[in-house]
């Protein structure tokens, strides 16, 4: 098989085979369990009304492990996000609409996934007791989540928008996602080679222009918020300071 380089991320390489597809395989280092989940991940969405990359299944090449997906040729939302364009940031709220408004049962639950990196995370104690206390008291859900739904993981393609990176899905109640995306919209760290472009006033319009479309609030989403927030800090180092200002903050 003949593989052309698509790219290299921090924990695959994405070739391109003969016949057109995209082939992630995945460096010695990365754990068997994590591409197992992908893996499982991508098979719960097959049928489910979401524009995901078609999934064709784990394969072997030169003793590597990988999954093998169709291969979506575009460019992500995140050069329109950059400038503060309402179109592009109502087509991602449009879109995240459309995959909230599935049902995944079997989909790994969303409370029990940030119970474990809260109790993980390298917090005081008093922050990590209000924030599982906030979560307990949080509804449970079955709706699909994405739980990394940001610009740079929407393509547009000459046949719309899809969605990728799906690693992190969950099931849940909507509002954990949205507080999730509203988190990366305005706090998250910037890829490295546009972090210089990134203003803070946009970013935070943005997010405002975001919740807005989703129907809910800052307000709305507060606890959601401290939730996201504390298992983020215990998920990014490079993010930790920040984000202990803002829980000490709420």
């Known amino acids: 098989m ?11 390489e994405v070739f391109l085979t003969e016949d057109g597809k995209a082939l992630k395989l995945y460096y010695d280092w990365y754990p ?17 009304n ?20 169709d291969a979506m040729q575009g460019q992500s939302l995140m050069p329109r996000f950059i400038t503060g ?24 639950d969303i409370k029990k996934r ?9 917090l005081p104690e008093c922050i990590k007791a209000k924030a599982l206390e906030k979560l307990t008291n949080l509804p449970d859900g079955e709706n699909l989540l994405h739980m990394d739904f940001h610009p740079d993981n929407v393509m547009q393609s000459e046949n719309g928008l899809f969605v990728i990176d799906w690693n992190n899905m969950a099931k849940g109640a909507p509002l954990f996602d949205i ?11 910037p890829p490295e080679e546009v972090r210089a472009l990134f203003d803070p006033e946009i970013r935070k ?4 222009i975001y ?40």
């Open 211 to 250: 919740l807005e479309a989703m129907g809910t609030t800052r307000e709305e989403i507060a606890d959601y918020f401290y939730v996201i927030f504390a298992s983020r800090a215990g998920e990014c180092t490079f993010e930790r300071d920040m984000l202990m200002n803002l829980l000490e903050e709420r």
């Open 85 to 108: 364009e309402k179109q592009a940031i109502l087509e991602l709220a449009l879109l995240h609409r459309q995959i909230l408004a599935n049902r995944c049962e079997e989909a790994e």
């Open 179 to 189: 507080a999730r995306t509203a988190m990366l919209l305005e706090y998250s760290m």
């Open 2 to 12: 003949n593989l052309k380089k698509l790219g290299t991320g921090r924990t695959a």
């Open 114 to 122: 940030l119970s474990g990196l809260i109790k993980a995370a390298d």
């Open 50 to 69: 979401v524009p995901a990359p078609k999934f064709y299944g784990k394969v072997e090449y030169e003793g590597k492990d990988g999954l093998l997906y």
């Open 32 to 48: 068997k369990a994590a591409m197992e989940a992908e893996k499982c991940n991508a098979e719960l969405l097959e049928g489910l």
């Open 205 to 208: 319009a943005a997010t405002d």
